[in-house]
T-cell receptor, first 115, second 116 residues
């Protein structure tokens, strides 16, 4: 079955450590996105990528980094520079040309907790 | 920039009650509008969508009509079930071209709890 796989589902990090969240999709989608979800704040866009080897900052990119070396993969690194990293992280993808239908397919999320 | 505003939650209803979750938007162009649903511990799923004014999106008994004159896209269901308990997000698509940074902007989400 096609879909988006995020891993790990739960992750604990000590302060000062970098962590990388994995996002893989087999939907042959061109565009991929990372959102952060905090209680009462909805979803905020961290980074997005519309094609391989290209990505753009979203609204809250500080303290995060991404890469897009393969179409299927869009990993997110939460660096030690992110001051409040505890959150639920959602990866999503969309097929090219679906802008106005706009449907995003989401993974099940990764919950990061900083100890 | 574009934005989406949803009614504050949480919303608690009894089974078979009528549901309305308000959503209004601000956009410079002609966005497409969406409702997503998130069940506990999961990612978001598209519930319904409308791509132009006066369109009505519908799915699983839920409906929403794209009202350009009031810039609204309110979600309704005539008779809710316990299984509808979830967080509901209103969203709009930005950008008219692939190269302009196409993405969705989400509202804050509304938690719905339906009691038996």
């Amino acid at each position: 079955d096609g879909g988006i796989t995020q891993s790990p589902k739960y992750l604990f990090r000590k302060e000062g450590q970098n962590v990388t969240l994995s996002c893989e999709q087999n939907l042959n989608h061109d565009a991929m996105y990372w959102y952060r979800q905090d209680p009462g704040q909805g979803l905020r866009l961290i980074y997005y990528s519309q094609i391989v080897n290209d990505f753009q900052k979203g609204d809250i990119a500080e303290g995060y980094s991404v890469s897009r070396e393969k179409k299927e993969s869009f990993p997110l690194t939460v660096t030690s520079a992110q001051k409040n990293p505890t959150a639920f992280y959602l990866c999503a993808s969309r097929r090219r040309g679906a802008l106005n239908t706009g449907e995003l397919f989401f993974g099940e999320g990764s919950r990061l907790t900083v100890l | 920039g574009n934005s989406v505003t949803q009614m504050e939650g949480p919303v608690t209803l009894s089974e078979e009650a009528f549901l309305t979750i308000n959503c209004t938007y601000t956009a410079t162009g002609y966005p497409s509008l969406f409702w997503y649903v998130q069940y506990p511990g999961e990612g978001l799923q598209l519930l319904l969508k409308a791509t132009k004014a006066d369109d009505k999106g519908s799915n699983k008994g839920f409906e929403a009509t794209y009202r350009k004159e009031t810039t609204s896209f309110h979600l309704e269901k005539g008779s809710v079930q316990v299984s509808d308990s979830a967080v509901y997000f209103c969203a709009l698509s930005e950008g008219g071209e692939e190269t302009s940074g196409s993405r969705l902007t989400f509202g804050e989400g509304t938690q719905l709890t339906v009691n038996p």
